[in-house]
T-cell receptor
């Protein structure tokens, strides 16, 4: 079984500052990792994903994350945040292998609320 | 593209009544839909997985007779909370998956907040 730990429940930062949202996972098998963002009163939107290949993954809105297998981490980073980045961020893990396909079971962390202050 | 809607966005019902929540994929066909439950400041917990035209697969600990899921078409799945009780109050979120070659991505609805009084 997989599990995901998001180490910070809340992260306040000032606008234009860099930010890192931490995510650690545990799994006995190979994993696929995801970051989702949830803006107030909206659904979850995929920011980026790691399936295979380069461990540095670039996503939308200037975010990137690095898969570190030895540390079982997948931290999310952005070099300069904007007010509009204020949202809840969820890290998720899946053990489903592709391209065999079929249903994918995601296990989510508890989320990190990022608040960007002017 | 890839928009998922949920209806209603917020519902209040009395204890003992049943509530139906709809999840629709608006611009794509969803071979698989998922239902999650989210408590305040908690993770999204997968409740069940449904494939069009077949019975839903429930996660361990989820009462299938209480949370009835129907995936009648490639664009609609419904979750019915039967004989609701206050402990069923929660935020319910659905997601949809298109299938090959995008098995790896789920598109999420905005969620439905259920309050049982």
């Amino acid at each position: 079984a997989q599990s995901v730990t998001q180490l910070d429940s809340q992260v306040p930062v000032f606008e234009e500052a860099p930010v890192e949202l931490r995510c650690n996972y545990s799994s006995s098998v190979s994993v696929y990792l995801f970051w989702y963002v949830q803006y107030p009163n909206q659904g979850l939107q995929l920011l980026l994903k790691y399936l295979s290949g380069s461990t540095l993954v670039k996503g939308i809105n200037g975010f990137e994350a690095e898969f570190n297998k030895s540390q079982t981490s997948f931290h999310l980073r952005k070099p300069s945040v904007h007010i509009s980045d204020t949202a809840e961020y969820f890290c998720a893990v899946s053990s489903r292998a592709f391209p065999q396909g079929g249903s994918e079971k995601l296990v989510f962390g508890k989320g990190t609320k990022l608040t960007v202050n002017p | 593209g890839a928009v998922v809607s949920q209806h209603p966005s917020w519902v209040i019902c009395k204890s003992g009544t049943s509530v139906k929540i709809e999840c629709r994929s608006l611009d794509f066909q969803a071979t698989t839909m998922f239902w999650y439950r989210q408590f305040p400041k908690q993770s999204l917990m997968l409740m069940a997985t449904s494939n069009e035209g077949s019975k839903a697969t429930y996660e361990q600990g989820v009462e299938k007779d209480k949370f009835l899921i129907n995936h009648a078409s490639l664009t609609l799945s419904t979750l019915t909370v039967t004989s609701a009780h206050p402990e069923d109050s929660s935020f319910y979120i659905c997601s949809a998956q298109t299938g090959y070659p995008h098995y790896d991505e789920q598109y999420f609805g905005p969620g439905t907040r259920l309050t049982v009084t």
